[in-house]
Structure formats: C-alpha cells, structure tokens
C-alpha cells in the first residue's frame, strides 16, 4: 500500500514540476549545482562561469520549456472555451 501512495505522490509532483516553465536558473540549479552555489553566495559573475556551448545547452533548455508551457496554455483556453 505504501508503494501505491509513494507512486501517486511522484506522480503528482512529476506533473506539477511540467506545469511551469524553466527558467535561466532553474536549467543552471538542475544541470550546473556547483555554478548555482557560486551565483547564489554571489561569489562571482554569471559570464565567466560558462563557456558559449554551455550557455546556448542553458537557454536553449529554458525556450523549450516556455515553449511547451505556451503551447499547454493555449490547448487549455482553446478547450475551455470550446466547453470541453
């Protein structure tokens, strides 16, 4: 039983985390943990801690996200207001 519920809250949380878009920081805290504790002790600049590959891998990663949270944004006024 508990490995239903253990389940079902993944699940959940799985589904919350789709339901917001990534933003530049989140892609940096998920993919680059060491470079987010520098940025947030405020112990050096954001420019210098990436090479240009590693930036374009981060916004590149954060569009996509906003991309499919737009998209999700726009089916769900779509059906609401069809009243489906």
Same mark, same amino acid.
């Given at each position: 039983?508990?490995?239903?519920?253990?389940? *079902?809250?993944?699940?959940?949380? *799985? *589904? @919350?985390?789709?339901?917001? &878009? !990534?933003?530049?920081?989140?892609?940096? !805290?998920?993919? @680059? &943990?060491?470079? %987010? +504790?520098? $940025?947030? !002790?405020?112990? #050096?600049?954001?420019?210098?801690? +990436?090479?240009? !590959?590693?930036? $374009?891998? $981060?916004? #590149? *990663?954060?569009?996509?996200?906003?991309?499919? %949270?737009?998209?999700?944004? #726009?089916?769900?006024?779509? @059906?609401?207001?069809?009243? $489906?």
């Amino acid at each position: 039983m508990n490995d239903l519920e253990s389940y *079902k809250r993944k699940s959940l949380k *799985k *589904k @919350y985390v789709q339901d917001f &878009p !990534e933003g530049l920081l989140d892609v940096i !805290e998920t993919d @680059y &943990p060491s470079q %987010h +504790f520098l $940025i947030s !002790e405020d112990r #050096t600049l954001l420019t210098t801690l +990436f090479s240009d !590959e590693e930036w $374009i891998d $981060i916004l #590149t *990663k954060s569009r996509n996200s906003y991309r499919c %949270h737009i998209q999700r944004m #726009t089916l769900m006024r779509k @059906y609401s207001a069809q009243g $489906i």
